[in-house]
């Protein structure tokens, strides 16, 4: 029960951070498929950096992982942003290009760096088993993951920045009505690089919490899962507001965790139902929910639409 | 002079100058990360990539391993029309992967479990690939779900699903499903002697044929019907096309089955070749459908283009395992594949650039003919 509730937890963590940021770069204007992608950069930074820091002070590590792991998903970030603002190009072929090329420039960097390690290494997996513990207290036989705390506090954050400060405010303005918020003065392409750029650094610490989750080991060959785009069905689930967010990621967390723990309970296993089963509920559950509450789902209005100075 | 301005003009001329562009662009990307993690070999890598086939020295080997590229190419080229097809009314079917995947798995399962001829299994592939694009475009049209979303979801739910089913008809003794050639030979689609012209590869069928003539059919209907004429009308602007009368609802869903129906049948023309056996334990959701992405943008969303761009995709991901590998991984392909696909984004403000560029410059030697 208490696995149940740890991995519950850390499932919806990284769901959390993932979909408050396509929140940001959604109500900015800007839809961000990419964020699988961006989840798979995050881990990579992070996954080395934990390779690298093996054995270092617990508390410096934990503040580098994060860190890394959040610039490399806002570096990757920039070619969504140039792409799609600058550019204006179609925002989902971009994002989906982001997604496939992330998995290979991954899969690419680690073996090419395994490789050089040892020669006759070519896997594209990165071990990290030390510097994770670092990231563990335990608490009983709870495991306390610190990221479980970073993603409460980075709904607070959102929720404060996006509803209390003028930059919030201006963002959102940007995501409903560019026109409009252009003619007061708002730099429209400044605002939706500032959203790109914050859903590339939630994209990647929520990347890093991901491969962290359960093994101490990760196959970059095998990307996320999909779980970027459950974090998306989580943001419209929880209706691009950060505190539906972070309860509806605790809803989509619970279901991918019985997935990794349904063994552990006798009356679950004596049903025998195979374990593929599992693994389909939480997106069997995320299209339900999608079904049930897209329609009337208020999405930022002018998402999805390249701003175009010149244009009315 | 004259002639040659409108010449760049020319749509067709302008998407074939853009296609080369990302591809020359993704084959220095993809040269440069072969300097970047040995420069020694990294010319002869890309060479190698480029080859493909003719890395090998002799005519019947080349031939050979050309026919293996093709069968690799029809169902790419499937699921790129099928995304094709999709787009044309608007709608991205990144779906087309799992639509692929279903597919493999009622085929396989058909030809293995049932000992369904061929054409029967070709069948059942298609019809469940279409149920697959169904869904997308029930929850699309009447739910107003994403299509990317629901598509995704669907890609991973159908790849357990077929994981599940196909753990029935797999060999004892390893992951994959059993050899369609020992336990059903008339399941195996026929190869009615193009296996000759290959050097006797036997996994060359009719299926690549068949796949030009679908592109072909495709390129009809969508430019010589009414029904073609809807769909890209819808795609266009989808409010006018109701405002006309057209049915968008069953437009959205009729469009998505025969989308989900393509990449079947793409699934179809692969598996029942013998050329490839299903891993019951993958655990990602196979490429193919990923890559019609790619050919679907880069062909110009034009499905005769498409017929060339699916051959060339398939050519360099194919290339990729003639590198070095104890020097470079063989994901490069991957790499170069994807690359493309987001150069692809920017095809749209170059065309509008290079149009812009070209107006601009008649406006002013007009004026100065006057």
């Known amino acids: 029960m208490i696995l149940l509730i740890q991995y519950t937890l850390i499932f919806a963590s990284v769901l959390t951070l993932v979909a408050l940021g396509g929140c940001f770069s959604e109500h900015s204007g800007v839809i961000n498929l990419g964020l699988e992608g961006v989840m798979v950069m ?18 410096i590590t934990v503040i580098l992982i994060i860190l890394v792991s959040a610039l490399t998903g806002m570096a990757y970030t920039v070619l969504l942003g140039v792409a799609c603002i600058n550019f204006k190009a179609d925002q989902t072929l971009v994002g989906t290009a982001l997604n496939i090329m992330a998995t290979a420039v991954a899969t690419v960097i680690v073996k090419a760096l395994n490789m050089h390690e040892n020669p006759d290494n070519v896997s594209a997996t990165v071990q990290y088993g030390q510097a994770k513990k670092s990231l563990i207290v335990k608490i009983g036989t709870f495991q306390f993951n610190w990221f479980m705390l970073v993603a409460v506090v980075a709904v607070a954050v959102a929720f404060v920045v996006l509803y209390k400060t003028k930059f919030g405010l ?9 026109q409009a918020a252009d003619s007061v003065g708002i730099n429209v392409y400044k605002m939706r690089w500032a959203g790109v750029l914050i859903s590339g650094a939630l994209g990647g610490i929520g990347g890093v919490v991901y491969i962290t989750a359960g093994v101490s080991e990760w196959k970059f060959e095998t990307g996320v899962a999909g779980f970027g785009f459950l974090a998306l069905a989580v943001m419209i689930f929880g209706s691009w507001k950060p505190v539906n967010i972070g309860l509806a990621a605790l809803l989509f967390g619970f279901f991918r965790a019985l997935s990794n723990v349904y063994s552990g309970f006798s009356w679950l296993a004596a049903l025998k139902i195979p374990s593929a089963v599992y693994n389909m509920f939480p997106y069997i559950i995320s299209l339900l929910v999608l079904a049930f509450t897209s329609k009337n789902s208020r999405a930022p209005k002018a998402e999805g639409i390249p701003y175009d100075k010149g244009s009315r | 002079m004259k002639e ?57 080997a080349q031939m050979k391993y050309l026919g293996n590229t093709l069968v690799k190419t029809a ?29 493999a798995g009622a085929c ?29 475009g029930m929850l699309k049209a009447y739910a107003n779900v994403n299509e990317v979303i629901s598509g995704i979801m669907l890609n991973w739910i159908g790849l357990y699903l077929v994981n599940m089913l196909l753990n029935g008809v797999k060999e004892s003794t390893s992951p994959y499903t059993e050899q369609i050639g020992s336990v059903n030979k008339g399941a195996l689609i026929p190869s009615a002697g193009l296996d000759k012209m290959f050097t006797n590869n036997k996994y060359v069928t009719i299926a690549i044929p068949l796949a030009i003539i679908i592109a072909v059919v495709i390129w009809v209907v969508l430019n010589k019907t009414k029904f073609g004429y809807e769909i890209r009308a819808t795609g266009f602007n989808k409010e006018a096309a109701r405002y006309a009368g057209m049915n968008e609802k069953r437009n959205i869903i009729l469009t998505l089955v025969i989308g989900g129906a393509l990449a079947g049948l793409g699934a179809a023309f692969l598996y029942l070749s013998g050329y490839e056996q299903w ?39 194919s290339g990729g395992s003639y590198l070095d590998k104890a020097v470079y991984p063989s994901q490069i392909a991957d790499l170069i594949t994807s690359i493309i696909i987001y150069l692809c984004g920017f095809v749209l403000f170059f065309k509008l650039t290079l149009t812009g560029m070209l107006n601009r410059r008649r406006d002013k030697s007009g004026k100065s003919g006057r």
């Open chain 2, 4 to 60: 040659k301005k409108s010449f760049l003009m020319i749509p067709l001329v302008q998407s074939v100058l853009a296609a080369l562009l990302c591809i020359v662009l993704g084959l220095l990307i993809g040269y440069l990360v072969l300097l970047a993690i040995n420069p020694a070999g990294a010319g002869e890598g890309i060479v190698a990539i480029i080859k493909n086939f003719w890395n090998y020295p002799s005519k019947p």
């Open chain 1, 42 to 59: 995050g881990a990579l930074g992070g996954a080395l950096c934990m390779k690298a820091m093996a054995g270092s002070n617990y508390f």
């Open chain 1, 170 to 178: 201006r963002l959102m303005a940007c995501g409903e009505n560019p």
């Open chain 2, 108 to 136: 396989l399962y058909a030809a293995l479990k049932f000992n369904m001829p061929w054409f029967a299994c070709i069948l059942m592939a298609l019809i469940v690939g279409g149920i697959w694009g169904f869904a997308v």
């Open chain 2, 75 to 103: 169902p790419l080229l499937m699921c790129a029309l099928s995304i094709n097809f999709c787009y044309k009314t608007g709608l991205f079917n990144i779906g087309a992967a799992g639509q692929y995947v279903v597919g």
């Open chain 2, 279 to 317: 891993s019951v334990t993958q655990s990602s959701v196979p490429s193919m459908g990923f890559n019609g992405i790619a050919a679907t943008f880069l062909g110009g969303l034009d499905p005769i283009g498409t017929i060339f761009s699916s051959f060339f995709i398939q050519h360099i991901t």
